[in-house]
């Protein structure tokens, strides 16, 4: 056998145009195969890149997003902040003005109950003409309302300008001199006709028979018919009262015509007594 008898069939050329036209058919088909799968290569590279792009779009939308919401989320917390120290404000202001109207209806039930005290002492004092139920109501009223401890009431002997104590209370007898009109704290009192208060603390005030704590003119009018001397309050009385002010401005009038008007009515009675007698003694 020659040699080139022994090529292997599929390294043997064709036998004719035929066959030849058809492997060469079969290679373009491969080929065109080839190109196919790599467009498709191509196709889906593209695509899986613009797909990374989006989504590294979408993910940097997300970030700015997300920055966005955390400014606006902190700009409310910073909003909700001041709105509460706005509203913890507004809550100590009226939790003050609160406290302010109680402490305020405290004293107007206080106010109410002074003047219904006020009212009932100016009723007391004009409801008997008896001198010793009069100076019985005004001693009352110094203790029970103003507080006082110890206290005198002294009347004007207007021929001898002397005052004299016709009252006295929480005092040893004697204890009391008369005191010239004019003279010392009580005697100007007397003289001018205007009030004295001690203007120092309560607890710090020295008293003696020449120098009181309060010392109140009796007045009527412009006239002068005595003065109520305080020299000491209560222990639970560390000052005086709006209250104190008012009851000295009543005992200053009110209780100065009391006295006054009780005194003319024992007078008048004691002449009528005395005028009395006289005829009974005429007509026996």
């Known amino acids: 056998m020659e040699p080139h008898q022994v090529m292997s069939d599929e390294f043997k050329p064709p036998a004719n145009k035929s066959e030849l036209f058809s492997r060469a058919e079969e290679f373009l088909q491969a080929f065109r195969k080839g190109a196919e799968f790599t467009q498709e290569l191509l196709k889906e590279n593209e695509r899986l890149r613009y797909k990374v ?17 955390i400014g606006a ?83 004007l002997d207007e021929r001898s300008n002397v005052l004299a104590p016709v009252v006295q209370e929480g005092l040893e007898e004697g204890t009391l001199p008369t005191i010239q009109l ?8 007397a003289k001018v006709g205007e009030p004295f208060f001690y203007q120092g603390e309560i607890a710090d005030h020295r008293s003696s028979p020449l120098n009181p704590l309060v010392c109140i003119p009796l007045k009527i009018k412009e006239h002068v018919i005595g003065v109520i001397v305080i020299y000491k309050l209560l222990q639970q009385k560390k000052k005086f009262a709006n209250v104190d002010y008012e009851l000295f401005t009543l005992l200053a ?3 100065a015509t009391a006295i006054f008007s009780s005194k003319l009515y024992s007078e008048s009675e004691r002449k009528l007594s005395t005028i009395q007698g006289f005829i009974d003694l005429l007509t026996k």
């Open 73 to 155: 989320l902190q700009r409310r917390i910073a909003e909700l902040e001041q709105e509460r120290a706005t509203l913890l404000a507004r809550f100590q202001q009226v939790e003050a003005e609160n406290k302010e109207f109680a402490s305020r209806y405290v004293e107007i039930e206080e106010e109410n109950n002074n003047l219904a005290n006020l009212y009932i002492a100016s009723y007391q004092l004009h409801s008997t003409l008896d001198f010793k139920e009069v100076t019985q109501i005004i001693q009352e009223i110094i203790l029970n309302l103003i507080g006082a401890e110890e206290f005198a009431i002294m009347l």
């Open 182 to 189: 004019g003279s010392g704290t009580i005697g100007t009192v």
């Open 253 to 255: 009038g009110h209780a």
């Open 53 to 69: 792009a989006e989504l590294e779009t979408a993910a940097s939308h997300h970030a700015a997003a997300g920055a966005g919401n």
